[in-house]
């Protein structure tokens, strides 16, 4: 393809374009893998996340993810998530802005393709993506990552964990069904290697950090 062929490229053709170039810079990056932390809703993921940037403060960071959902208590935009409107959503996923779409509850979520393009580049944090299993799945042939996958040590604790967590007794059997589904998923990904059972919160977290040092030794030797 010549210069003067590019000129005349209409817009959703050069959307394709940058997302075919997007696409194999992510593929074939040789710096930091970002890092995919997955499980079912109650199993205490965010938990687990949260406690590694405030340990890790110069070494892990979450990529904030767009999302269309209203913003919750001691949130804040830009931190926590990119707050937008369905609109303003679309018309970013249109123009090919991101990777990791997915929809929970009526709500879109995705990261910007090319933030994470520019920080596994720079390569001097370990990204922490925040993607169900499902997204997972699809994002696995066009980004090199790493997983860890913590699940529940039976159905009966993520109900119990859940209802102590103040959800909803009519969105209870909703999250259920959608977490064994969820867990079905995982038990099923061949590249998923680690997983890590959830039955006491410190030591679920002893084993993730331990676990994420074997992946990046690099960012731990002077720690």
Do not use: W
């Not at 970002?34 to 070494?59: C, F, Q, R, W």
């Not at 959503?89 to 879109?108: A, P, R």
């Not at 299993?133 to 980004?143: C, H, M, P, S, W």
């Amino acid at each position: 393809m010549n210069k003067n062929d590019l000129i005349i490229l209409e817009k959703n053709e050069m959307n394709i374009l940058n997302d075919i170039i997007s696409h194999i810079s992510l593929k074939a990056n040789n710096n930091i893998k970002p890092l995919i932390i997955l499980g079912p809703s109650g199993v205490g993921k965010d938990i687990n996340i949260g406690m590694l940037l405030k340990k890790y403060p110069e070494t892990i960071f979450k990529l904030p993810s767009y999302t269309t959902r209203e913003t919750r208590e001691n949130e804040t935009d830009g931190k926590d998530y990119y707050f937008i409107s369905k609109e303003k959503f679309q018309v970013l996923k249109d123009e090919g802005k991101f990777i990791g779409f997915q929809e929970y509850n009526n709500n879109f979520y995705a990261s910007d393709k090319s933030k994470l393009n520019e920080l596994m580049n720079k390569g001097d944090k370990i990204i922490i993506l925040n993607y169900n299993i499902e997204t997972a799945n699809r994002v696995k042939d066009e980004l090199d990552f790493n997983v860890i996958a913590i699940v529940p040590p039976c159905e009966d604790e993520l109900r119990n964990r859940l209802i102590k967590r103040g959800t909803k007794p009519e969105d209870i059997e909703k999250r259920m069904k959608n977490s064994l589904r969820e867990m079905k998923l995982i038990n099923e990904a061949n590249y998923i290697h680690i997983r890590v059972v959830n039955d006491d919160k410190n030591l679920c977290f002893a084993k993730v950090e331990s676990y994420i040092k074997e992946l990046y030794p690099d960012f731990f030797r002077d720690i």
